[in-house]
Nanobody
Framework: QVQLVESGGGLVQAGGSLRLSCAASGRTFSSYVMGWFRQAPGKERQFVGTIKWTTGTTYYADSVKGRFTISRDNAKNTVYLQMNSLKPEDTAVYYC?????????????????WGQGTQVTVSS
């Protein structure tokens, strides 16, 4: 079983920054795609971005492109979501997930394992 543990959420003012971490355990993730999603109250889970573990190739939703950056630390089996220039509309529970795929995946339904989520609140 793959386990994902997220951390780094919190409360920030608009324009501020946060870095979320997702530590993976239970399996080697060299062939996996790692994704970040978010879900605001009453809304559907939304794709944020993804990274292919082996190459570091990334892809982002238009809503966060240029503000958010995904990276990974192979030695720590950890992926990061650096969030800059945060806006109130970024407020949501953020989830990391992994998909046993060799290609970029943007659909939540294609991801196999999920973290517990971490709350990000951006005040205006």
């Amino acid at each position: 079983q793959v386990q994902l543990v997220e951390s780094g959420g919190g409360l920030v003012q608009a324009g501020g920054s946060l870095r979320l971490s997702c530590a993976a355990s239970g399996r080697t993730f060299s062939s996996y795609v790692m994704g970040w999603f978010r879900q605001a109250p009453g809304k559907e889970r939304q794709f944020v971005g993804t990274i292919k573990w082996t190459t570091g190739t990334t892809y982002y939703a238009d809503s966060v492109k240029g503000r958010f950056t995904i990276s990974r630390d192979n030695a720590k089996n950890t992926v990061y979501l650096q969030m800059n220039s945060l806006k109130p509309e970024d407020t949501a529970v953020y989830y990391c997930a992994t998909a046993r795929r060799g290609v970029i995946v943007i659909s939540a339904a294609e991801y196999d394992y999920w973290g517990q989520g971490t709350q990000v609140t951006v005040s205006s």
